[in-house]
């Protein structure tokens, strides 16, 4: 989770769930990171959203065959 760089002492900080993930393409190892849903206001709604990619599983990840460092998540 990052956490937006606030330009106002007094303005709320905003949460961004970002997920990193590790693909293989024909045996070459990528990686990439993403940010998931939308930025909250809220730690504990950012990390709700986080818990659906739970550390070590498995998920999609789509590429660009032409450019296989190229990927995102699917929406969820």
Do not use: C, W
């Not at 106002?8 to 990171?33: L, N, Q």
């Not at 599983?57 to 032409?66: A, F, Q």
């Amino acid at each position: 989770m990052e956490e937006a760089i606030r330009t106002r002492v007094e303005d709320d900080p905003f949460y961004y769930p970002m997920v990193a993930f590790e693909y293989t393409v024909e045996g070459r190892a990528y990686t990439g990171s993403q940010g998931v849903e939308r930025p909250y206001n809220y730690a504990g709604r950012a990390k709700k959203t986080l818990a659906q990619y739970p550390i070590g599983s498995e998920i999609v990840v789509y590429y660009n065959p032409e450019r296989p460092a190229d990927a995102r998540l699917p929406k969820k």
